[in-house]
């Protein structure tokens, strides 16, 4: 834990002993070494008629705190301290302060009700005990870890199973009903609810769709799903399991399309492409740039805690990781992560895998970092939870730029899946669509406004909106993420940037709080069937 009153006295005895060097050396005038100013001399000469000013900023300027070291004082404000810049209860002096975060120690699943700094903005790759001992910690720890995920997430969610029978995934998966999300006993449906104010709903703490964390946080980093782990258990973790029931993911393995060879449906015809078979399945489609983009895709490499070293969290050493290990056949697999771009690591927001199907339409990639080429992804993705110090040690991923220029070359190529019902204008063909898709597309584009950010080729308008959704509970405030594409969105679950909307029904119910729509039940019904053909 930052310790604000060890660091405190720590500033002071640096700056204090500063003072005295700096006053000692300017006040000898003999001293050919001290400083050329005197400072008292210059303070006291400047213009003292007019009455001094409030600049709303103040500078220590007394004989005791002297100009030293040639470093102006930084200026003050002087009104700071009570403003809470309108934030209420997600402002962080009503939050609680992170509990200890040392890598592996459990951490509360609320971790929206907490705030503050951790001890260190960088990352060692030494376990914090030797490693039969880390084995042995986890050995203990995870059976109860995951006894109380299990508990939370069944308290949070309703994993009934029951499917959609009028639609499924493109390559034939059913797509779960909902919404899912439990309504706190106190409210007596979703409608009931969204006819309360946000103020209403946050102080009797109704809010079904607070944000969901990693289960745990502190070693966080990859976390695979069953589905993936059971093709590949290699990448069984010995610390901590998935939380999400399978059938509320994408489909494994999805079926990939072309830009460039839409006639081939799925080109993989329904296998998971790898190292192994990459070559075979694409050899003659692709241009020899792809071909190298793949390959260097599909390439394992190290990362934080999946490699040869003892900072790990698979029993045996890792061959790594690859892009498409999470970007399963160019889209997901539901992989979670952290998002790299905050610290501590239980500041960071849990954050599922996108597709990258459709990249080729995008002007902003990942919910917070803004990125603006699938180029720069490539090369920057996050191996080393954005900390390349671990880098030295635990082995480097190494991409040269003309590389990751050739994974960007592929992934431009990765199509959407095919949207039978949509016209070249992103409009449904009436002809062939239902009379509740047609009204939910009525509705998409009127009475629940989602057009105004989800609009052109993909349905989404390349920039970052801040939702605050914190006015619907009192916690931390997530700030400004990245809108996702909603074309194909129904290959897609879990929704929102963490997963905590398994199905497109969450989705809905979760926008017609959050935006105040006021939806009646057919309407997000129709809604729904709308999205189902995106
Ligand atoms: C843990 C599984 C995982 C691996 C491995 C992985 N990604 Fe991702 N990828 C994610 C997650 C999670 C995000 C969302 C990050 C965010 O929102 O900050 C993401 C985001 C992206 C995005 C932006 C998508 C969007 O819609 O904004 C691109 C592009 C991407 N990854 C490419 C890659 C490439 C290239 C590699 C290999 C170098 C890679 N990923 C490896 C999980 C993974
Ligand atoms: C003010 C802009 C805005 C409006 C209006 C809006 N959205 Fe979104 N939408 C976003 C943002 C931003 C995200 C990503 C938020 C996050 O991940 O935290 C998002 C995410 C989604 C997702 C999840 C996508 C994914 O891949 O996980 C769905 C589904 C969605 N929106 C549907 C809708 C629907 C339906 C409407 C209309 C009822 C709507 N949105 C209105 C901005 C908007």
Redesign the pocket.
């Known amino acids: 834990m930052l310790n604000p009153g060890r660091i405190f006295r720590g500033s002071l005895a640096v700056f204090g002993a500063g003072v005295l060097i700096g006053y000692f050396l300017a006040r000898q005038p003999d001293n050919p070494a001290g400083f050329p100013v005197d400072f008292d001399r210059a303070l006291a000469a400047e213009p003292s008629s007019s009455p001094p000013r409030d600049r709303g900023y103040t500078t220590p300027r007394t004989p005791t705190t002297p100009l030293h070291l040639l470093q102006s004082p930084a200026a003050v404000a002087t009104n700071r301290q009570e403003h809470d810049f309108g934030l209420g209860d997600g402002h962080i002096s009503k939050l609680l302060p992170y509990p200890p975060g040392g890598k592996g120690v459990r951490t509360p699943f609320d971790l929206w009700r907490y705030a503050g700094a951790g001890d260190s903005s960088f990352g060692t790759p030494t376990l914090p005990m030797p490693w039969d001992k880390w084995v042995e910690f986890h050995r203990d720890q995870k059976p109860k870890l995951m006894a109380d995920v299990k508990a939370y997430m069944n308290r949070r969610f309703n994993f009934s199973g029951a499917a959609l029978a009028s639609a499924k995934m493109s390559g034939g998966k059913a797509i779960m009903k909902g919404p899912v999300a439990r309504l706190p006993l106190a409210a007596a449906s979703f409608e009931e609810l969204a006819k309360l104010s946000a103020d209403e709903i946050k102080r009797r703490d109704l809010f079904p769709f607070k944000p969901l964390a990693h289960p745990l946080q502190t070693t966080a980093h990859m976390l695979f799903p069953q589905q993936w782990t059971m093709a590949h258990p290699e990448h069984e973790r010995i610390d901590v399991d998935f939380d999400i029931p399978d059938e509320y993911l994408p489909e494994f393995p999805p079926p990939l399309f072309l830009t460039t060879h839409k006639e081939l449906g799925d080109v993989t015809r329904g296998r998971e492409v790898t190292l192994g078979n990459y070559y075979e399945i694409f050899n003659g489609l692709l241009t020899a740039e792809q071909m190298e983009g793949l390959k260097e895709l599909l390439r394992p490499s190290p990362t934080t805690w999946f490699n040869q070293t003892t900072h790990r969290v698979t029993l045996e050493p890792s061959a790594g990781v690859s892009c498409l290990s999470c970007h399963v056949n160019g889209h997901s697999n539901g992989a979670i992560e952290l998002a790299p771009d905050s610290r501590p690591n239980q500041a960071r927001l849990r954050v ?1 895998t ?2 990258l199907r459709g990249n080729f339409n995008l002007m902003q990639f990942s ?1 917070k970092r803004s990125i603006r080429s699938m180029d720069h992804f490539a090369e920057v993705e996050e191996y080393f939870d954005g900390d390349p110090g671990l880098m030295q040690a635990i082995g480097p991923r190494g991409v040269q730029k003309q590389i990751s220029n050739r994974m960007g070359d592929f992934n431009a190529i990765l199509d959407f899946p095919p949207a039978p019902k949509l016209g070249p204008l992103y409009k449904l063909i009436p002809e062939k669509a239902t009379a509740a898709e047609l009204r939910g597309e009525k ?2 584009h009127g009475k ?7 609009s052109g080729p993909a349905f989404v ?1 390349d ?5 605050k ?1 914190e006015r619907f509970y009192a916690g931390r405030p ?1 700030g ?7 074309r194909g ?1 129904k290959d ?1 679950p ?6 905590r ?1 398994p199905t ?1 029904h969450d ?2 119910e ?3 709080v959050v ?1 105040e ?1 006021k ?1 009646s039940k057919d309407e997000k019904d129709d ?1 729904v069937a709308y ?1 189902l053909c995106l």
Not at 494 to 499: A, F, S, T, V
């Open positions: 599922d996108p597709t919910s509705l998409f629940a406004q989602c057009v105004a950010c989800h308008d920039y970052m909106h801040d939702l959704v997530e400004p993420i990245k809108t996702f594409p909603l969105i897609s879990p929704y929102l940037h963490d997963g909307l497109l989705a809905v979760f926008f017609n935006l729509l939806l809604l999205l």
